[in-house]
Structure formats: C-alpha cells, structure tokens
C-alpha cells in the first residue's frame, strides 16, 4: 500500500490506460496475409470505457477460432501470463460469442453432466470461451510488446485443436 501510495494512483491509472490503449491499438491492426484480423476484441476499441482487461479470441485465416485453450498453452511456453476460459458473468459470454438460445438449450438438453470438452463440441466452429489480458500496476512497455509479436506469431498458420 506504501508502494501505491508513493506512486499515486492517477499516475498508475494513466500509466494502465496508456499500455491499454497501445495494446488495443496493435491487437486490433494485427492480420492475416489475407487480410482477415487475427484478434476479435470484445469491448470498446479505446480506453474510454474500459479498465486494463481485454478480452479476446484469435482466429485462423480462415476465420474458425483457435482455442483459448490451446493460446494458454503457448503462452505458457514461453512464460507468458493469460487468464482465459469462460466469461465470469453467466450470459455475457454468450452473448459476446454469438452462441443462441437454441444451440445452448439443444446442448444442455442432450448432457445432464459434460465435460469442457463436451460443451465444445456442443458448438463446432464456435468459441466457449475468450483469452484476457490484464494490464496492471506492474506491467511494463516490454510485457504488452512482447504479448503482441506472440500473437503475431499465429498470423497465416494452422493452428490444430487441443
């Protein structure tokens, strides 16, 4: 708290919306060479009305969604701290991931107990879930720059399933 209180917290949330700000920018520029975006950004595309969270999915040149699961794991390789998964907010992740009423209760309705897994495969060519990054208090220049080479680096490759 000392340590807070010895920077101010203006100057951390400028700091936290400046970062924020660059890295929705880059997300949001990154392409294919066929010109389809890499990121889907769930939110304002500026710091206006967001906090130091985003929430995101990538996709193929295609456009078919690389699982959360499988950018955790890559990140992971090479140290690289995401939260991915479903949205906290039962409903929210729903919506923002375009899955409908229909194919939820068609899903639920066959399964009384599912596995992850199971819960995918309700929704083919659909994500379940999103990747989030968080900016914060001690995230760095460097941090946000090397999150965007790293997914980047999905740019024009297949990417296989979990």
Partial sequence: MRHITRIGLDK????????????LSELDQLRHGNGEPIARIYGPLDTAMRGGTIAL????????????RVVEQRANQIDISLRTGCFCNPGSGELALGL???????????????????????????????????????????????????????ADREVQPQ
């Fill in 12 to 23: 951390i949330h400028t700091r936290v919306q400046c970062l924020t700000g660059w890295l």
């Fill in 57 to 68: 999915n990538l996709y193929d040149a295609q456009g078919r969604f690389i699982d959360h």
């Fill in 100 to 154: 409908e009423p229909a194919e939820l209760n068609t899903c639920f309705a066959d399964n009384s107990r599912m596995t992850l897994d199971d819960f995918q495969r309700c929704f083919d060519d659909k994500s379940t879930g999103a990747v989030r990054i968080s900016v914060g208090l001690v995230t760095n220049f460097r941090d946000v720059y090397r999150l965007v080479q790293f997914i980047r680096s999905f």
